[in-house]
Structures are given as C-alpha cells and as structure tokens.
C-alpha cells in the first residue's frame, strides 16, 4: 500500500512538473506571438505611412503646380502694374501739359480783351469823329435847304464886283468844294475804318468765345484725366492688395506642406524604430526562453496609459470652438515656470519651432498595442530633439505662449494612430486622462 502511494505520489509530482512547464513554454509563446503581432500591426502601419507618403508626394506635386501658377499670376499681376506704373506716369504727364495749355489760355484771354477794350476805345473815339462831321455835313445841307436846295457856284463867281473879287470868289469856292470832298472823303474813309474795327471786334469776342470753350473743355478733360488717374491708382492698390494675399497664401501652402511631409518621413522613421524595438524584444524573449528564464509574464508593451502632461485648469475642452474644430485641449497656467512631460514612453517624431504652434514636439507611443500620437504646442522652449527615445513624465518643456497663442498655456492633441494633417486620427485626450 505504501509502495503504491510513492508511485501515486512520484507521479503526481511529475505531472505537475510537466504542467508547470507546459504552461511556462505555451505563456512564453503567446509572449512572443504577441510582440510578432505587434511587428506585423507596426509594419501595416508603416506601409499606411508609405501610402499616406506617397498621397503626400502627389500632393505635394500638385500644390507645386498650383504655386507655380500662383507665381505665373504673380508675374502677370505685377507687370499689370508696371503697366499701370507707367499709365499713371503718362496720365501725369498728360496733365500736366494741359495745364500748362490751360495757363497759356488764360494768358490768350487776357491779352484779347485788353484787345478788345483797346479797340471799344478807339471806336468810342472814332464815333465821336463821325458825328462831328456828320454835324458839319448837317450844317451844309440846313444851308443848302435856306437856299432853295441849290448852292450856284456860276451865280458866286458872276456876283464879283471886280476881277480881285472874282479870283477870290474862285478861290472860296475851289477851297469850299474841296473841303467838302476831303469831309466826304474822311466820312467815308473813318466809316469804313468803322465797320472794319467792329468786324475785328466781333471777331475777337468770336475768339474769345471759342477760346473759353477750349478752355472749358481742357477744364473738363483735366478733371477726367484726373477721375481717370484716381481709378488707375485704386485698381493699382487693389492689385497689389491681392499680390500681398496670394504671396501671404502661396508661403502658407509651401510651410503646411514642408511640414506635413517633415511629420510623415519623421513618422515612418519612428515607426521603423518601433518595428526595431519590437524584434529586439523579439529575440530578448527568445534568448530568455532558451535560457529557461521565468520572464514570461512580463509585457513588451507599455501598459500603465497616459498621465496628465501638465500640471493646470483645463480652459478649453475637445470639439467644436468659435466656429471650427478644436482638435485638442488647453491647459492653462497657475503661476511660475510650468513644466511640460511626456504622457506615456515614445520616441520624438518632431520637435520644431511652427509659426501656427511655436514651439511644438510630436511623440510618438506604442500603448498597449496601439499606437499613439500626442502633440505639446505653444511652449516656451523644447529640451528634447527628433528621433530621441522619451519615458513617461520626462519634461519636454515648459508652458509657454508662442506661436499663435493669446496667453500662456499647453495645447495638448492626442492623435489614434499616425498624425496626418487633417487631423482626422484626433481624439478627446479626456477619455483617455484623467485631467
């Protein structure tokens, strides 16, 4: 009976050794199976950056097309404005020589009616002349009516009383009749020199008429060229206002794409060293295992979560704000230096200065067989660079307010899976962390 209870009892102990064992060998095997899972879901995820990579490119490619058109715009633009540049300077010119015949005008003008008041003058003077005579000739004609209508010259020379008297009745008579043809004579002469002056006279004010005209006219022009120079001046500015905007967007695009495809290479790079990692610990267990080492029940993944990445009021929550999306969370500041730490373990995927972020890092983890991406942004400095490995709560930083930021605070993103950047891996880092 004894004998039968040490067989009993030798071959309870060796099937519990056996199961022991087995047990050991089969949680070690679902170790490693779980850290070549890890390999094969970091590879898909490596080979979802290749794709991503090459949508990039091709993106890239097309926003290169779009910024070498924007530049042909450019160019177009700016020698529409060396065109206007150059209307402008003409249009000025152009004013200027009308003013300069507007002057000459006034000038014309000026000296015609001192012409004309010259000659109102002279015909004032010459009327005065006209009816003086016109008076005389009066005279004679009253005599002529006293004396029958007739003067007898024949009965004047008849009527001497001797020769003396007849040659100075000849005489009188010779003088009478040729002062009363130079009298004719002038009268008609000034009469003509009359008509004449007024002819020049309404010719002047025909003139001065056509010449205020003119005048008015270049006024008009004048005022035109210069409607026309305003509207050449604000379509100049319009021009220019859009050639700021377009090389305002055209920098934007170049700097969101250069960083988009910075992020991306840094990524795959990163997940290449998890893949690394992974077969490290890969070979690790299978060492272990050859050696018989109890190590199975370690996990080659880091499953203690996420911790808080600073230490602050929560300003502003996950979702939409002031009429866009709001793919992370502030935290704001209490006072003093505060410091910023890396949420989980990772690796750095890029720590840069970004003109949106400022001071920005992007880690990179691999929780729990999920890989993460977690961004600090606005911070005062950066004290880690790309491609380091971090542990979690190591300090990356402290709170600060650069880059587009209205105060000191941490703007904190977490991101399931690779960053891309419309940020559509972006999740509410609250159901996560414990805030």
Known sequence: MKR?????????????????STSEKALASDTLEEIKREIEALKKKNQSLDNKADQTKKNKQQTQSEINANRAEQRRINNLIQKLDRKVEETNTKIRQKQEEINKTKQEI???????????????????????????LKDRLRNLQKNGGEISYLEVLLGAKNFGDFLNRATAVTKIMDQDKVIMEKHQAEKKSLEEKKKQVEQKK???????????????DLVQLRKDLDAQKAAKQELMKQLKVEEKELKKKKMELSEQE???????????????????????????????????????TNSGGFISPANGPLT?????????????????????STPIRAVAAGTVLKSYYSSSYGNVVFLTHYVNGQLYT?????????EVSDGQS?????????????????????HFELHKGPWNYSKSNAVNPARYINF
Do not use: C
């Open 4 to 20: 039968l209870i040490g067989v009993l009892f030798v071959f309870t102990l060796v099937f519990s050794v056996t199961l022991v």
């Open 110 to 136: 000026k000296k015609t009616e001192e012409e004309i008041a010259q000659l109102k003058k002279e015909i004032e003077e010459l009327k005065k002349r006209i009816a003086k005579r016109e008076e005389l």
């Open 206 to 220: 025909q003139e001065l008429e056509q010449r205020k005209a003119s005048l008015e006219q270049q006024k008009a």
């Open 262 to 300: 910075a992020i991306l290479n840094r990524q795959q790079s990163t997940i290449q060293k998890e893949i690394e990692r992974a077969k490290r610990r890969a070979e690790e267990k299978k060492r272990q295992m050859s050696q018989n080492k109890n190590n199975s029940s370690s996990t080659p």
């Open 316 to 336: 502003s929550g996950y979702g939409p704000r002031w009429g866009s999306m709001h793919n992370g969370i502030d935290i704001g500041k209490y006072g003093g």
């Open 374 to 382: 977690t961004v600090y942004a606005h911070m005062q400095n950066r």
């Open 390 to 410: 971090v542990k979690q709560g190591q300090r990356l930083g402290y709170m600060g307010s650069t880059g587009h930021s209205t105060g000191p605070h941490l």
